[in-house]
């Protein structure tokens, strides 16, 4: 069993910045693929990006390409969401997901990752 348990988030005013950090449990993170979805309000929970186990690949949907960044450090079994010039748009839960034993391409589907973190509530204003 893997847990995830993301932290970071909070109230942003729009055009500024968060990070967001989850902690994986597991002896193996570095063979983990990992990944970040948002479900905003009244919407269908949506991909944000995904990193290989390696670091090698990254991948964003369109809507956040140049203001995030997602990064992940093996030594500390933890992937970030570095998030620039928000948007009220942007307000969401933000999750993070895993895929053990992943030396593949980055994943983008949210049904291919296994375990799932609680979440974290990102609020932009206006």
């Known amino acids: 069993q893997v847990q995830l348990v993301e932290s970071g988030g909070g109230l942003v005013q729009a055009g500024g910045s968060v990070r967001l950090s989850c902690a994986a449990s597991?002896?193996?993170?570095?063979?983990?693929?990992m990944g970040w979805f948002r479900r905003a309000p009244g919407k269908e929970r949506e991909f944000v990006a995904a990193i290989t186990w390696n670091s090698g690949s990254t991948q964003y949907t369109d809507s956040v390409k140049g203001r995030f960044a997602i990064s992940r450090d093996n030594a500390k079994n933890t992937v970030y969401l570095q998030m620039n010039s928000l948007k009220p748009e942007d307000t969401a839960v933000y999750y993070c997901?895993?895929?053990?034993?992943?030396?593949?391409?980055?994943?983008?589907?949210?049904?291919?990752?296994?375990?799932w973190g609680q979440g974290t509530q990102v609020t932009v204003s206006s």
């Open positions: 997901a895993a895929r053990l034993h992943w030396l593949g391409p980055v994943i983008t589907t949210a049904g291919e990752y296994q375990y």
């Open positions: 597991g002896r193996t993170f570095s063979a983990y693929a």
